[in-house]
């Protein structure tokens, strides 16, 4: 991909769970962003993508969130997500969201500029090392959403790859969902739990220090089973250990 | 989440809690996943192949009437007779009164899930029919008075140990491990019935229009005996189970068998047109198709229609991480899975339960990575979502959560404020960074997950502050 001329600029989306659960991971984005050279922007407002009501059933009440999203993110810049899922939300059910609507022509334009992290450093700045430090071991596991409905996951390992002193495990399993699923993790308890401790066998098995994620939500579901079990392995989002920011939290 | 749900929920925790089905579901899909892959990573392919599959599938429903005249006609022309049945009843007398006029007593069946779906086998022991499953998967959920958990591996909540027991307490032989002898014992055991059967029951893989020719795959050769050794053979078959040509069927069969169980092809290939003709030693003196709608043809055109281009392969099954959790009896209905949930509620929608399941999926696409024909499952479990919703069976609370979730992400005050309340009050109920046990309606979140408590400032405060002292630096 080539790099047009002039400053890039970029609306950063942090989604609403980053915002006001781990503001760090924003603030890694926004750092990696600005390492690149790219201008970054956080209009005032921004909230949420809609994800919840949708996935909930609640068309209506999605189509209220989502719009007004919409309505914020009008304009030419690109939107970069620190999250597969809520970019999925975006990219691949949107335009059922909003079809036959008033929304279906800025459904289109801001689909059409939207990116999940890893594939905006990768993909579109064409980066591959981001200069990350990191000593100890680390497994990637692929949150489903950004796997399997943007194909993401290697841009990821590009980016992992490079990390200096990282060793870079296999994750067993690495492509089975965690579990979280949104309402379902609370709704379907038994289920996610079950399923949550499959991925903790692999995680278990791939003894690494960190698991790292691209996902927030996934992310919060791994680190609270491997909390509640006492486990050493921490988890931590893509964008914490490429902006060296695995300490930042406990 | 009514009181009518509560059943979903028990049988899911018991199937949660039950130690033998998670080892035998752990085995088999393992087993089944590992076969899948090799196979279709053997093909060198495999993405067009899909492509075409799903092209041939869809091309035929958007001609269903056409094809399904053209296949009845074909099949009446070679002397068999059609049954239109447009409801499982329909399908169940006919198949009674048929065995009554012609004097049956003993039929043999082979896997049919259109059999299942319809409760053919109550049906005719209602009748005074005595009906004997004949694949081995079938005959073990027979003699444990069981259902189908799985779309091809019927007893696959079962472990071998399990069936090893059943046999000892209904055929009277020794206790083994062995699956070989176990298989050979069921296959003396079935030896005799088919010779004394009189009607043979079977499913239908695909109907070929332009052959005027029912296909039926399988590997353990009991199809092909159900459907020659009796003198009358009836085939089940869902209307939507049908291809347009001769050719299409070659891809069909390669990507039903390496999703199904990762063979090339399946052990044995069925193509049955009619009754034997004279001369013909093999082969049924009777042949009848019945062509069961059961709710197809309303699905068809709608926003729902992609689940008719199933070919019940099972692989979704397999690669789904709820059913490998819970297996197939915990869904209630007679199709399992990601699959099963979007069908139940389309096929069985007077299942109090069935808008239910299209709630217990995290939405990960597993299925719709592996199925060979690309049916995007989860967009149509969301929209089955939406449906109950719209239909009011959303819980109060969550309705009431979903009023203050509009108001709270639509009101950038509203949404500070409130955060900035549940931050603090996370550090309230929190020690060392986590929260061991959140109130309710977040308290099942705790029950096997740590939360972890929540910092000071929002990402957007933060942001804010810099981007103000940046602006006072540059002055
Ligand atoms: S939905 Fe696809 S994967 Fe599932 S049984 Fe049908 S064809 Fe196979």
Redesign the pocket.
Known sequence: MTTKPGRRRVTLFVTCIVDQVYPGIGQATAALLESQGVEVRVPRGLTCCGQMAFNAGFRDEAYAVAGRTIEVLRGSDDVVLPSGSCATMIRHLYPELFQRSPYAGPTADLISRTYEISEYLVDVLGVADVGARYSGSLAYHDACHGLRFLGLGRQARTLLGSVAGAEVKPLPGHDQCCGFGGLFAVKQGAISEAMLDQKLAGIAEAQADLIVTGDASCMTQIAGGLSRKGSKTKARHLVEVLANMTDARQ | MTTQSISFYERVDGALHDASLKTALSRATERFIGNRAGAIGALSDEAALRDTARAIRAGALSRLDELLAQLATNVESRGGTVCWASDGEEARTYIAELAKARGVRSIVKSKSMASEEIHLNHALEEAGLEVVETDLGEYIIQLAGETPSH?IAPSIHKTREQVSELFHQHLGVPLTDDIQTMTQTARTALRQRFLKADMGISGVNFGVADEGAVVIVENEGNARLSTTVPRIHVAIMGIERIVARMEDLGVMLQVLAR?ATGQKLSVYTSMISGPARSGEEDGPEEFHLVLLDNGRSKILGGEYAEALL????????NACPVYQAIGGHAYGGVYSG??GAVLTPLLQPDLPEAYMLPQASSLCGA?QE????R?A?PDMLLRLRADAVKAGKAHPVEKAAMRGYVMTMNNPAVYRAGGRAARLGSRLIGRKGRIRRLPPPLSGWTHGRDFPTLSGTSFGEWWEEREKKRKEAAQ
């Open positions: 779309i999703s199933c070919i019940r392969c099972g692989a979704c099954l990601p699959i299925c592996v199925c060979p024909v049916i499952i």
